[in-house]
């Protein structure tokens, strides 16, 4: 085995465990996103995220993870749609985005 045979491996094996570590990372994004959905009285649409970005950053204690950003679409009536995120850092939701109703503004008439 030379030295390009051992690079394509490491190749080979470094994009399995990134595929492996992003179908768990999007489970938990979905879990995330249909739980916010849940709890907020609204319809997560198509009950799935899709990957916006991903990248290299560093988590609190200084060590090198990567960061996911998935975007999501919602409705509060089935009649619209809504863009809503999700942020993971590692399998750990950082963020989660989701523009709430506005509430009726209150008038005071003296």
Not at 50 to 74: N, T, W
Request: proline share 1%.
């Amino acid at each position: 085995m030379n030295v390009f045979d051992l690079l394509g491996l490491l190749l080979l094996a470094g994009t399995g465990w990134l595929w492996f570590d992003s179908l768990s990372a999007r489970e938990a994004a979905v879990a995330a996103a249909r739980s916010a959905c849940a709890a907020e009285d609204l319809l997560l649409l198509d009950d799935t995220v899709a990957i916006a970005r991903l990248r290299l950053v560093r988590d609190g204690d200084g060590v090198m993870r990567i960061q996911r950003a998935y975007g999501f679409e919602y409705s509060d009536t089935g009649n619209d749609r809504y863009s809503g995120s999700v942020v993971m850092l590692g399998s750990r939701v950082v963020v989660i985005n989701i523009r709430l109703r506005q509430s009726p503004t209150l008038r005071v008439v003296h």
